[in-house]
């Protein structure tokens, strides 16, 4: 049984502060690994993919790789109000579907 | 087109009746998938496709859950005699094979509420 964890929160970040989200996952055949933004109501967002143990920035955001620890994370620096949302981490094995976790909601107070 | 499309956007069905989803992927992408959202969260890999094959298929609760992906049609999604616990949100997704990338490009999704 493929399991992805998630704080559900809520996290409240201040504005303009580092919002971090983790994951952990418990299969150890994954290959890709992604964060996904999803507003109430709407359908998620790819914001990253990472595939190799270490770190990857785009923009405000960076997602860390661990696989020896099965942890995987997202940073998002200069919270903006915008960031507020459910972050839906999701873990894939080979040409599997995707595994979610249950997603932290994410409080970005002005 | 380069976005997935999904229809209807909302259905609702009497417990009991069937139910059926429909999918066209971003032009070009071979891979389909189909997710189950409940309770806002939790979602449920359902099935997958390759082209018009059945790629994965061990999500799917076959006893009234049916899928298909036949060439030049969208792809569908068939509940027979739903259930309350039908109601979600059902998520259609797709990605090529070109490139390095497989990220998955989600619809907007339809709404399926089973009264």
């Known amino acids: 049984q493929k399991e992805v964890e998630q704080n559900s929160g809520p996290l409240s970040v201040p504005e303009g502060a580092i919002a971090s989200l983790n994951c952990t996952y418990s299969?150890?055949?994954?290959?890709?690994f992604f964060w996904y933004r999803q507003y109430s109501g709407k359908s998620p967002e790819l914001i990253m993919s990472?595939?190799?143990?270490g770190d990857k920035e785009d923009g405000r955001f960076t997602a860390q790789l661990n696989k020896a620890s099965q942890y995987v994370s997202l940073l998002i620096r200069d919270s903006q109000p915008s960031d507020s949302a459910t972050y839906l981490c999701a873990v894939k094995t080979g040409a599997d579907g995707l595994t979610f976790g249950k997603g932290t909601h994410l409080i970005i107070q002005p | 087109g380069e976005e997935v499309a999904q229809t209807p956007k909302h259905l609702v069905r009497g417990e009991g009746q069937k139910a059926k989803l429909y999918c066209a992927p971003i032009?070009?992408?071979?891979?389909v998938f189909w997710y189950q959202q409940v309770l806002k969260n939790e979602f449920k890999f359902l099935i997958s496709?390759?082209?018009?094959?059945?790629?994965?298929e061990t999500g799917m609760p076959k006893e009234r859950f049916s899928a298909k992906c036949l060439p030049n049609s969208p792809c569908s999604l068939e509940i027979q005699a739903t259930k309350l616990e039908d109601s979600a949100v059902y998520f259609c997704?797709?990605?090529?094979?070109?490139?390095?990338?497989?990220?998955?490009?989600f619809g907007p999704g339809t709404r399926l509420t089973v009264l």
């Open positions: 997704a797709s990605y090529g094979t070109s490139g390095s990338t497989d990220t998955q490009y």
């Open positions: 990472i595939y190799s143990n």
């Open positions: 496709f390759q082209n018009e094959n059945v790629f994965d």
């Open positions: 032009k070009g992408h071979s891979y």
């Open positions: 299969d150890r055949g994954s290959q890709s």
